[in-house]
């Protein structure tokens, strides 16, 4: 079994900044692909950012330029920076990893919990 913590989330004034992370922990070989995503409410979630395991990232339109996406393959954590935070921004946040457990050679899919972010204007 394989467990996604979240943590980082909170709230923050128009302009601010978090850092949003998720550590994953259990039978684990390798980590692949990570990503976050968010849900706002009424709304469809969305993707937010994603990064390989050869370290190539992608963007939505709307975060480009604002958010950075990063791993630590040594902590099994993948990291959301978000910078000049906009009230468009609050969504409850939620990572995917892609994990191969130990003694698999394929990988899993895996959702952390969801973490809080709220920006006020």
């Known amino acids: 079994q394989v467990q996604l913590v979240e943590s980082g989330g909170g709230l923050v004034q128009a302009g601010g900044s978090l850092r949003l992370s998720c550590a994953a922990s259990?039978?684990?070989?390798?980590?692949?692909?990570m990503g976050w995503h968010r849900q706002a409410p009424g709304k469809q979630r969305e993707l937010v950012a994603g990064?390989?395991?050869?370290?190539?990232?992608n963007y939505a339109d709307s975060v480009k330029g604002r958010f950075t996406i990063s791993r630590d393959n040594a902590k099994n954590t993948v990291y959301l920076q978000m910078n000049s935070l906009k009230p468009e921004d609050t969504a409850v946040y939620y990572c995917?990893?892609?994990?191969?457990?130990?003694?698999?050679?394929?990988?899993?899919?895996?959702w952390g919990q969801g973490t809080q972010v709220t920006v006020s204007s």
């Open positions: 990064i390989a395991s050869g370290g190539y990232t």
């Open positions: 995917n990893v892609q994990v191969q457990p130990t003694g698999s050679w394929y990988s899993v899919e895996y």
């Open positions: 259990g039978s684990i070989f390798r980590l692949n692909d």
